[in-house]
T-cell receptor, first 113, second 114 residues
Framework: AQRVTQPEKLLSVFKGAPVELKCNYSYSGSPELFWYVQYSRQRLQLLLRHISRESIKGFTADLNKGETSFHLKKPFAQEEDSAMYYCALSGQGGGTSYGKLTFGQGTILTVHP | NAGVTQTPKFQVLKTGQSMTLQCAQDMNHNSMYWYRQDPGMGLRLIYYSASEGTTDKGEVPNGYNVSRLNKREFSLRLESAAPSQTSVYFC?????????????FGEGSRLTVL
């Protein structure tokens, strides 16, 4: 079974402060991990994926297989970063897990001015 | 290019009524998904279709049925609605040739069951 856990439902920081949104996963194989974001009145959209090793809007996330974590980080938060953030896992391989994309519970990030 | 389109956007049902949520994508994607979003529960997978002609249960399939009508369309049916099915429902799709593919979401359908 694949599972994603985001331990923080709410996270508040001030503008300019560092922010880290935690994500832990459980999966027996080699997962593909993603962060999705939902800004107010907008559709859910992809923020970044671990395989791309990219930085989007100043956010980065590193896959730590030893700790089974994929935390999202940004060194200096901006007010426009306020949104709901979801960590997601996609199973590899065939069988019934193919194509299955599992999301965590989500973290609402609020960046205060 | 509309992307993923869901209908209806809002619906109020009485307990025991049935309804179908429609979803269509115009991106020639292979995989399609239905999620429900509830406060504190995040996005939970109801059913998915990894490719045309296949459907599989997700985490919370009870009370729902799906039909992958063709490559473009994936509908979600509630045969006998219950208040516990009050939620926001999202349809999504992705190319599906690799599990790294980006998921594209619809705008959501807000369903209230009285």
């Amino acid at each position: 079974a694949q599972r994603v856990t985001q331990p923080e439902k709410l996270l508040s920081v001030f503008k300019g402060a560092p922010v880290e949104l935690k994500c832990n996963y459980s999966y027996s194989g080699s997962p593909e991990l993603f962060w999705y974001v939902q800004y107010s009145r907008q559709r859910l959209q992809l923020l970044l994926r671990h395989i791309s090793r990219e930085s989007i809007k100043g956010f980065t996330a590193d896959l730590n297989k030893g700790e089974t974590s994929f935390h999202l980080k940004k060194p200096f938060a901006q007010e426009e970063d306020s949104a709901m953030y979801y960590c997601a896992l996609s199973g590899q391989g065939g069988g019934t897990s193919y194509g299955k994309l599992t999301f965590g519970q989500g973290t609402i990030l609020t960046v205060h001015p | 290019n509309a992307g993923v389109t869901q209908t209806p956007k809002f619906q109020v049902l009485k307990t025991g009524q049935s309804m179908t949520l429609q979803c269509a994508q115009d991106m020639n994607h292979n995989s399609m998904y239905w999620y429900r979003q509830d406060p504190g529960m995040g996005l939970r997978l109801i059913y998915y279709s990894a490719s045309e002609g296949t459907t599989d249960k997700g985490e919370v399939p009870n009370g729902y049925n799906v039909s992958r009508l063709n490559k473009r369309e994936f509908s979600l049916r509630l045969e006998s609605a219950a208040p516990s099915q009050t939620s926001v429902y999202f349809c999504a799709s992705r190319l599906g040739t690799a599990n790294t593919g980006e998921l594209f979401f619809g705008e959501g359908s807000r369903l209230t069951v009285l």
